[in-house]
């Protein structure tokens, strides 16, 4: 990755401030831009000149003067074919990708499954064949970005040696600079999907809002006070591990009895085949729940109540005003959210019992990816206190509970 000096840095600031001006606003003359950014003119004019040759603004239709008077005014404005921001999810078992352009306008996205067991690099070929096909740029196995070069990164969350976890993290992201020529911020997956629900989803607007994700693993998010919580060395919304039964199943996480043991898809699929149904995929469970078979409904039942009483518990802590749920899981509907929603109403405070809202995630699985999306560009007032460069906040000496 290249590092820039200070003057390059200085000079790529003041870019970043031109081309926000212009996503915020639309389009600008110079006059307005210089009134906005508060550079001067000499200043402005010079990077304008460099971001107009660079493809990255272009002339937009000129507004006329007032009162007919002197020339039209030439407004600016940024160019939708410039580049693209590009966002990846390598989640447990499938790689979502998501672009969007200098306009901050959803290019497309697109999902693949894979095996478990696929190894980063096959994870990253994956990516870059997704990406490829997005963007229609892709040329000599090599993505060129354009104006925002950027990419963000969705990985799955430490679960067990946080160093193991970290050097996963650091593989990817060499990886992928080396593949697409490009900086890349990476952060926990579910983490950026809660992110993504609350600037285009079904949180969109909430200032206190808990993300909780039902997939191949249990996890989850916080926007508390309007801003995303990231926690001590990235480790908050680990939900999926708050012990539900004492006497469970062991995680993988080490402990006993998580949620993640009882709500995950391999643990819900493994619970209904045992009580006597039949199903490989979650989508043949949700086929069964709306066939009304009473094997799948008792046990969404069950499940629900379960994660009805961890989440109680945690707006008794934390107070938000929205619970999303997504996840594949989710897909089961009110099979599954409705015992969610009566065990969190009869065990939250009475005095919130009403003012907590239960929705369904609205973004699918390429939430994580957009999420990514969103931690790059770093505009969105979600991430006002949110490190700009994760890895930067943490500290490896710390990072890990003591063990006997």
């Known amino acids: 990755m290249r590092h820039l000096g200070p003057l390059s840095q200085l000079r790529r600031g003041h870019e970043e401030l031109v081309l926000g001006l212009l996503r915020k606003h639309g389009p600008l003359s110079r006059g307005e831009l210089g009134k906005r950014c508060g550079l001067s003119r000499t200043t402005l004019y010079d990077i304008l000149a460099e971001l107009v040759t660079s493809g990255a603004v272009v002339t937009a239709t000129s507004q006329e003067a007032p009162r007919g008077r002197?020339?039209?005014?030439?407004?600016?404005?940024?160019?939708?074919?410039?580049?693209?921001?590009?966002?990846?999810?390598f989640a447990r078992r499938a790689v979502h990708v998501a672009a969007v352009n200098v306009a901050h306008e959803?290019?497309?996205?697109?999902?693949?499954?894979?095996?478990?067991?696929?190894?980063?690099?096959?994870?990253?070929?994956?990516a870059g064949r997704l990406v490829g096909g997005l963007t229609g740029n892709h040329t000599g196995g090599i993505l060129r970005l354009g104006a925002l070069s950027a990419m963000g990164v969705g990985v799955v969350g430490p679960v067990g040696d946080p160093e193991e976890e970290q050097a996963d993290r650091h593989r990817v992201e060499d990886l992928l600079r080396e593949r697409f020529?490009?900086?890349?911020?990476?952060d926990n997956n579910t983490r950026l999907a809660a992110l993504a629900e609350s600037i285009w989803g079904a949180a969109a607007g909430g200032a206190d809002v808990l993300y909780l994700r039902l997939s191949h693993g249990v996890g989850g998010g916080l926007v508390v006070g309007g801003a995303l919580h990231r926690g001590a060395y990235?480790?908050?919304?680990?939900?999926?591990?708050?012990?539900?039964?004492?006497?469970?199943s062991r995680c993988d996480c080490g402990g006993t009895g998580c949620l993640e043991t009882v709500a995950s898809i391999r643990s819900v699929l493994d619970a209904y085949r045992a009580a006597g149904g039949h199903a490989d995929d979650v989508a043949e469970l949700?086929?069964?729940?709306?066939?009304?078979?009473?094997?799948?409904?008792?046990?969404?039942?069950?499940?629900?109540?379960?994660i009805g009483a961890v989440l109680a518990a945690l707006c008794n802590a934390i107070g938000p005003s929205m619970i999303v749920i997504g996840g594949e899981l989710a897909e089961a509907g009110p099979a599954l959210l409705e015992?969610?929603?009566?065990?969190?109403?009869?065990?939250?405070?009475?005095?919130?019992?009403?003012?907590?809202?239960?929705?369904?995630?609205?973004?699918?699985?390429?939430?994580?990816?957009?999420?990514?999306i969103a931690l790059v560009l770093h505009e969105s007032p979600l991430l006002s206190?949110?490190?700009?460069?994760?890895?930067?906040?943490?500290?490896?000496?710390?990072?890990r509970l003591a063990r006997p």
Do not use: C
């Open 181 to 186: 020529g490009v900086p890349v911020m990476s």
């Open 234 to 248: 990235g480790l908050s919304g680990e939900f999926g591990h708050i012990t539900v039964d004492p006497h469970g």
């Open 70 to 89: 002197g020339r039209p005014a030439e407004t600016l404005t940024l160019n939708p074919d410039a580049g693209q921001a590009i966002g990846i999810d």
């Open 339 to 372: 015992p969610i929603e009566a065990t969190l109403g009869a065990q939250i405070m009475p005095i919130a019992r009403n003012r907590v809202s239960l929705r369904q995630a609205t973004l699918g699985e390429v939430a994580g990816a957009l999420g990514g």
């Open 286 to 306: 949700v086929k069964a729940v709306r066939s009304g078979d009473r094997a799948a409904l008792d046990l969404l039942g069950d499940v629900g109540s379960r």
């Open 106 to 126: 959803i290019v497309g996205s697109a999902s693949e499954p894979h095996p478990a067991d696929l190894s980063w690099e096959g994870k990253v070929e994956l």
């Open 385 to 399: 206190r949110y490190p700009a460069e994760p890895d930067q906040a943490e500290d490896p000496h710390m990072n």
